[in-house]
């Protein structure tokens, strides 16, 4: 029986639409305003999601709505509104400055159509709307690169879900590749190598060289998620890339939410015992983060430097994220251009005249048939 269709598809193809490859990178998601109001159903799909919190799920949904957003939207509000900009929160204005700035870059490194989006996880622009979007726009090929260099089930495994759910729905899906991880790519590295660099030229240089990550509770590590592992390897890569040992630039893990045992060991605890221990300056990096957001402006460079001072430190010198910088886009590019290798729009051979050409041919055949019937 006919009725309403099944799947999204595009009307009217035809054999000469253009194809194009499209970038979609993917970053979490931020609230619309550093409000409660705004944060509240931002959290709300934000801890929804069954691969942030593994727990049995009608009770998780009854401890959320029932306690947690009463409580935490304002708590976190106070926090947002400590670090919004005039253009809004700063990991959406960072995401935005990345995805044009990789656009323009691509642009002159590829020889074919390859576009860039950028969809968020959480809140808008959403990742289905993004690629029905793209579709429209006849992209057939998509990369999928979620703005983690480290994997984890919790933040990776939850974009490609979005990804899933969203192709699932299409009729003719687009050719789908995803980056899963890029820890340990050499650029990256180089990049973040370099931006200590500076940071030490411009600044002067801390004792100690903190790396903290993003935490996770310890149980999804036993479970096989392989996050904790990766964190360690771009820690262990950066040392390496700087002539540091692992006492001049241990790790720590922060961010945590809840009361169960996250990765160890914990940054705001090892901030306090190195103030306590009578260090004065310490520099600290986030290479977990590809742009600054409410977990590295307020959590490391404000909190963090609070409890450095009240135990006795002076300095807690924040190092930025790559963020739109030269060095980052580079990374991203050399990232982009192994994974599309292969397709037509990223081959040296492609040829734009030819394409047009070829497409005006069959724009040509389809009006003489069309004549014909
Ligand atoms: C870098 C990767 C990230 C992982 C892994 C991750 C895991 C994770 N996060 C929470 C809970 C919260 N995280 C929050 C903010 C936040 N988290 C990441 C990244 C990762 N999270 C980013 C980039 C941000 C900043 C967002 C912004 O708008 O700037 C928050 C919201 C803020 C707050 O209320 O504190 C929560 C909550 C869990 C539970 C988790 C793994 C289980
Ligand atoms: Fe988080
Ligand atoms: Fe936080």
Not at 2 to 7: A, D, E, I, M
Not at 151 to 161: C, I, N
Not at 162 to 174: M, N, Q, S
Not at 189 to 194: N, P, Q, R, Y
Request: hydrophobic share 40%.
């Amino acid at each position: 029986m006919p009725g309403t269709p099944n799947y999204t598809g595009l009307a009217g193809h035809s054999h000469d639409t253009p194809s194009q490859a499209a970038v979609l990178l993917v970053n979490l998601g931020t609230p619309d305003a550093p409000t409660a109001a705004a944060v509240r159903p931002y959290l709300a799909q934000f801890l929804g999601d069954p691969r942030v919190i593994e727990y049995p799920r009608l009770l998780w949904l009854a401890i959320l709505h029932g306690v947690i957003l009463r409580v935490r939207p304002k708590r976190s509000a106070h926090a947002y509104a400590r670090i919004w900009t005039a253009d809004g929160s700063p990991l959406r204005v960072g995401s935005e400055a990345l995805a044009t700035a990789l656009q323009a870059e691509l642009a002159s490194r590829v020889a074919g159509p390859v576009r860039v989006a950028l969809a968020m996880r959480y809140g808008k622009p959403d990742v289905a709307s993004t690629i029905a979007a793209l579709q429209r726009e006849g992209v057939r090929r998509l990369l999928v690169l979620p703005l983690y260099p480290q994997y984890s089930a919790t933040s990776t495994g939850s974009v490609f879900d979005a990804v899933a759910d969203t192709v699932k729905g299409l009729r003719w899906p687009p050719e789908l590749r995803q980056v899963n991880d890029y820890h340990g790519e050499a650029s990256y590295i180089a990049a973040l190598a370099d931006s200590v660099r500076a940071h030490w030229a411009a600044n002067g240089r801390g004792e100690k060289l903190l790396m903290s990550f993003h935490g996770i509770p310890e149980r999804y590590l036993r479970a096989g998620d392989p996050y904790f592992c990766q964190c360690h390897a771009t820690a262990r890569l950066l040392r390496e890339a700087l002539g540091l040992s692992e006492d001049e630039a241990p790790i720590s893990f922060q961010s945590r939410v809840g009361r169960e045992r996250w990765l160890h060991p914990y940054t705001d605890e090892t901030v306090k015992v190195f103030g306590g221990r009578g260090i004065k300056r310490i520099d600290v990096i986030s290479p977990g983060f590809a742009v600054d957001c409410l977990e590295t402006l307020e959590e490391i460079a404000m909190q963090n430097a609070d409890f450095f001072r009240e135990a006795g430190g002076d300095t807690l010198s924040y190092i930025p994220c790559l963020n739109a910088t030269p060095a980052h886009v580079q990374a991203l590019t050399d990232l982009v251009l192994r994974h599309g290798q292969g397709w037509p729009e990223f081959s040296p051979d492609y040829d734009g005249a030819a394409a047009a050409a070829h497409l005006a041919a069959a724009r040509e055949r389809a009006r003489r048939i069309d004549g014909d019937a």
